[in-house]
């Protein structure tokens, strides 16, 4: 049985048996339809996948490997925040007519601060600590600037990721402020653990432990029946995570540049509505 399944198919009972319903709330997304999107939700879940012993990838359902190192390199090595420069449309709903979701996700990561080594954006601040300075417990980064907020489309939800060094092995924590569990959850872990391989690699390290830490970790009201049948799939063995070893430069990695063997999933019939 993957790891990832386990932990998914566990963290959404707890959620269905567990969790706080909010429909006595005013609540800011809608339906396609404008009806209120509401959810039940538990207060910070908090799973650790071992990269070292499996690639975190659901397969009760398929999980858009290829589209979610897109986002990621889109967010992380593009810094973007324009769809034109994403080839995938997840983004579509948020984008104006200029194709900008305004001060968000990549545009924070490109905004330079000084530090006394000179000028570095977010990311490459990581990438100098990771060489020089890897026993720093001060290596991360934050999307979420309270001066900006207002010119962004849409608040960060996966916001702030810490990275630590332990001997030659590289872990991270991810923080997230809210989680659509069926939409978002797996998507999150899987280019999350691919950034985290991305920098090790980039930096001489092994991956090692990605740590979500999720502070409102709900399922919308029409997702549930969905998610009761996904959760009724039999498990597979994780696939496998095969990297291109010749990249050595974070900016040199493509989509490409990673592929899965044997990724075996239980196909989704149904379509999923996403709330805006």
Not at 39 to 56: A, D, H, M
Not at 106 to 127: A, N, P, T, W
Not at 173 to 180: M, V, Y
Request: charged letters at 25%; glycine letters at 4%; aromatic letters at 12%.
């Amino acid at each position: 049985m993957s790891r990832a399944d386990e932990i998914f198919i566990a963290n959404c009972k707890d959620i269905m048996q567990n969790g706080v319903w909010d429909t006595n709330a005013q609540v800011r997304p809608r339906w396609e339809d404008g009806t209120p999107a509401h959810t039940v939700k538990k207060f910070c879940i908090v799973n650790r996948y071992n990269l070292q012993e499996e690639f975190p990838i659901l397969t009760i359902r398929r999980t858009a490997f290829k589209t979610c190192i897109k986002e990621i390199l889109w967010i992380w090595q593009k810094k973007s925040n324009n769809i034109h420069d994403l080839d995938a449309h997840i983004w579509d709903s948020w984008a104006d007519e200029t194709g900008s979701i305004g001060k968000a996700y990549g545009y924070q990561l490109g905004k330079k601060s000084i530090y006394k080594e000179g000028e570095f954006d977010q990311v490459d601040r990581v990438l100098y600590d990771l060489k020089h300075n890897p026993a720093s417990r001060r290596i991360m980064t934050n999307l979420y600037n309270f001066d900006d907020l207002h010119e962004m489309h849409l608040y960060p939800c996966a916001y702030s990721m810490t990275f630590n060094v332990s001997g030659d092995t590289l872990n991270g924590i991810l923080n997230q402020r809210s989680n659509d569990m069926l939409t978002a959850n797996n998507w999150n872990v899987v280019q999350y653990a691919v950034l985290l391989i991305m920098m090790a690699q980039a930096s001489g390290f092994k991956a090692g432990e990605l740590v979500h830490v999720i502070a409102d970790a709900h399922l919308y009201d029409r997702h549930l029946p969905i998610v009761e049948e996904i959760i009724k799939n039999q498990p597979k063995p994780a696939p496998k995570l095969v990297v291109d070893p010749s990249v050595k430069n974070f900016y040199d990695f493509t989509a490409d540049s990673f592929r899965l063997e044997n990724y075996e999933y239980t196909p989704l019939d149904v379509k999923i509505p996403v709330a805006i």
